[in-house]
T-cell receptor, first 110, second 112 residues
Framework: QKEVEQNSGPLSVPEGAIASLNCTYS??????FFWYRQYSGKSPELIMS????GDKEDGRFTAQLNKASQYVSLLIRDSQPSDSATYLC??????????FGKGTRLHILP | DARVTQTPRHKVTEMGQEVTMRCQPI?????VFWYRQTMMQGLELLAY????????DSGMPKDRFSAEMPDATLATLKIQPSEPRDSAVYFC??????????FGPGTRLTVL
């Protein structure tokens, strides 16, 4: 059973602080990793993709991948109230299907 | 402004009725996905198509669900007969040459 695991939260972070979201996956052959953001009542939207070990930065967002540990994370710097949402980790499997985690609810405290 | 469209946005129906949901992928995207999202199960892949051919529908209850792509601009998901446990938000997503999926706004289905 291929799985993508996330802490459901809620994760509460003060405005301006760094939010750290974590995800583990079970399929060692996975090559593509994604973070989607989903606001309440809305559809998921892609915010980051990462394919190689290490860090990838895009504005206030940094994705970190460690394939040896089967671990991917998302850091949000200078957290804003508008970052309050559910963050979905997604990973491709050996059949190239994308498997989504159940998401972590993030709440930024003003 | 290219986007995935879905109709209807909301559907309330009674148990046993047929439900058809429609999706128009982004023009030029050749891969279309159907997902179901509930609080308990999260986002589950039901089926997906590439170049209109069904590649995987293992996530779909075969006895009542069917998915088709009659042409490149239309994908349908049908439930017959519907049951209360089918109540969920159904998302369609499309992807082009990259593996980035673009989601539609979803159809919120309530089966009474």
């Amino acid at each position: 059973q291929k799985e993508v695991e996330q802490n459901s939260g809620p994760l509460s972070v003060p405005e301006g602080a760094i939010a750290s979201l974590n995800c583990t996956y079970s399929d060692r052959v996975s090559q593509s990793f994604f973070w989607y953001r989903q606001y309440s009542g809305k559809s998921p939207e892609l915010i980051m993709s990462i394919y190689s070990n290490g860090d990838k930065e895009d504005g206030r967002f940094t994705a970190q991948l460690n394939k040896a540990s089967q671990y991917v994370s998302l850091l949000i710097r200078d957290s804003q109230p508008s970052d309050s949402a559910t963050y979905l980790c997604a990973v491709n499997d050996r059949d190239d299907k994308i498997i989504f985690g159940k998401g972590t609810r993030l709440h930024i405290l003003p | 402004d290219a986007r995935v469209t879905q109709t209807p946005r909301h559907k309330v129906t009674e148990m046993g009725q047929e439900v058809t949901m429609r999706c128009q992928p982004i023009l030029g995207h050749n891969t279309v996905f159907w997902y179901r999202q509930t609080m308990m199960q999260g986002l589950e892949l039901l089926a997906y198509f590439r170049n209109r051919a069904p590649l995987d529908d293992s996530g779909m209850p075969k006895d009542r669900f069917s998915a088709e792509m009659p042409d490149a601009t239309l994908a349908t998901l049908k439930i017959q007969p519907s049951e209360p446990r089918d109540s969920a938000v159904y998302f369609c997503a499309s992807a082009g040459t990259t593996d980035t999926q673009y989601f539609g706004p979803g159809t919120r289905l309530t089966v009474l």
